[in-house]
């Protein structure tokens, strides 16, 4: 296990003005690590929220920084945003007395695939994969693309371990579309796994009710939250269904935070 | 060398016991933090730990969630407590993100204030069309949103630009010194929040034009 007693580390999260689970895996990743007291500092920022990616730098006393993006892939936040907003130069950053190094966002990590599977075989327990049909649920917009194709490889890398009956990508908004899941699922069980960083309205409301799993709430839908992940199994369209939360308030992804700290230093390793 | 742990400690030893809406009391190495409001109530929800401070910054009296923890409604009813030093750093890291490590900054010399025109000069994206706000918008709207009665606690330290002072706040707002035993909030960049009002701002004016 790595540990870094003098660095600090930074986990970014997207954060959210209206929605307070956009930041909770963030927040519990990053206590989580805390926890584990293998670095001098842990703190958390974020592009919607506080602390902000202009504050966070002022809360560090550390000289050496990794900067971990909670993200789900590569795309316009870890790319443009997040070395826009703290200034960085490159993977790694000299300033001030500082050393800021940016590491790859956690969901690119190979890990990944290993998570999702825990998760699957976590929400299904005893559910055996050879009679069952694995969904990635993603976005599926032109705005996410990168996930969209971080998702594809997944679903890629799933299959290819044979255990699964079938593993297939779905969308929200384009086909193959979750809505039409029983018509891309020929197995008896069914197990859905939503390909994002946090809950919000898309896991606790959008996809549960194009499963035919939960109707439309008219207020908040974090109301459908303590629900629709508690009630599996669904017995639906002549199936068993088992609906999980979204992949990234996996506690096992504080483990994948410090994998891409590690694979940072082994990628930019000083020659001896 | 840096230390926001040092920073806090010598507060407090100073006499330190007022962040934001905060009352803070040292029990021996333990601390309580209570509203400020609530110092002398006696029905209060005992909390205990770091994470407990999460929890009760994200929520207001009403349980609606509070994305500017800088606001002025900080919920009332608890009194929550941490073991040591380091755990009310962290504590006080969730009730007002930042505020402590900012304020060392400043005091070190190293807290550079950017002008609301910087700021939205670096958007992209959906934000980029901030930069058409007028002079004259943008007062008004830092008028409204960043008030300290309603708004935001912070102490703003940002010009409009850099030869443009902030004309609509009082002069309170603008004064980063703070009375004895506070800590200071300090705003060194307008928040995302005024950043996302600027466009709410330049895509309405836009709509009336049409």
């Known amino acids: 296990m790595i540990a870094k007693p003098h660095s600090a580390l930074i986990l970014v999260g997207h954060g959210s003005t209206v929605n307070p689970d956009s930041s909770a895996p963030t927040f519990d990743h990053a206590a989580e690590i805390t926890r584990r007291g293998l670095f001098a500092e842990v703190h958390c920022a974020f592009w919607k929220e506080e602390p902000s990616l202009r504050q966070v730098l002022h809360m560090v006393d550390a000289e050496e920084i990794y900067i ?23 993977p790694v950053t000299e300033r001030d007395g500082r050393v800021i ?25 005893g559910v055996p994969p050879e009679k069952s049909t694995l969904f990635i649920v993603g976005h599926g917009t032109n705005l996410n693309d990168n996930s969209a194709i971080a998702a594809k490889r997944e679903v890629e890398l799933i299959a290819a371990q044979g255990r699964y009956a079938e593993v297939r990508n779905a969308y929200m908004e384009e086909e193959p579309l ?15 796994v939503p390909f994002f960083i946090a809950d919000g309205l898309h896991s606790y409301e959008d996809i549960p009710v194009l499963l035919g799993i939960a109707e439309e709430s008219p207020g908040a839908a974090s109301a459908n939250a303590s629900g629709v992940f508690a009630n599996n199994p669904y017995d639906r369209r002549g199936r068993t269904l088992f609906y999980a939360s979204a992949i990234g308030t996996e506690p096992l992804f504080a483990d994948l935070v410090l994998e891409q700290v590690a694979a940072f230093d082994a990628a930019h390793a000083v020659p001896a | 060398m840096r230390s926001v742990l040092q920073t806090l400690s010598d507060w407090l030893a100073a006499g330190g016991h007022s962040i934001g809406q905060i009352h803070i009391a040292a029990q021996g190495a333990a601390f309580q933090l209570t509203h400020h409001a609530d110092r002398e109530r006696t029905d209060l929800a005992a909390r205990t730990g770091v994470e407990a401070a999460r929890e009760l910054a994200h929520y207001d009296d ?10 002025p409604n900080l919920r009332h009813g608890w009194r929550l407590s941490v073991a040591d030093l380091p755990e009310l750093r962290r504590a006080l890291d969730y009730f007002y993100p930042a505020m402590l490590g900012v ?3 400043h005091q070190r010399g190293e807290l ?12 992209t994206g959906m934000y980029r069309v901030t930069q058409l706000i007028t002079d004259e918008q943008a007062q008004e709207m830092i008028g409204t949103q960043c008030r300290l009665d309603g708004g ?20 309170e707002k603008l004064d980063p010194t703070a009375p004895a035993g506070t800590l200071p909030l300090l705003c060194h960049e307008a928040c995302n929040l005024l950043v996302a009002k600027a466009r709410e701002v330049v895509k309405k004016a836009q709509q009336q034009q049409q």
């Open chain 1, 101 to 125: 190094k940016y590491c790859e966002p956690v969901g690119s990590h190979a890990r990944m695939t290993e998570l999702l599977v825990h998760r699957a075989a976590a929400v299904a327990p």
């Open chain 2, 152 to 171: 935001c606690l912070k102490r703003i330290l940002w010009p409009l630009a850099p030869d443009v002072p902030l004309s609509s706040l009082s002069a």
């Open chain 2, 103 to 105: 304020w060392l900054s």
């Open chain 1, 178 to 192: 979750i809505s039409k899941w029983d018509e891309y699922s020929t197995q008896p069980n069914v197990v859905v």
């Open chain 2, 112 to 123: 550079l204030p950017v002008p609301l025109r910087a700021t939205l000069a670096r958007q």
């Open chain 2, 62 to 71: 009403a349980g609606k969630f509070r994305p500017l923890k800088t606001a």
């Open chain 1, 68 to 90: 971990v993006p909670n993200f789900i892939s590569e795309g316009y936040f870890t790319r443009t945003v997040i070395p826009r907003e703290l200034e960085l130069t490159g």
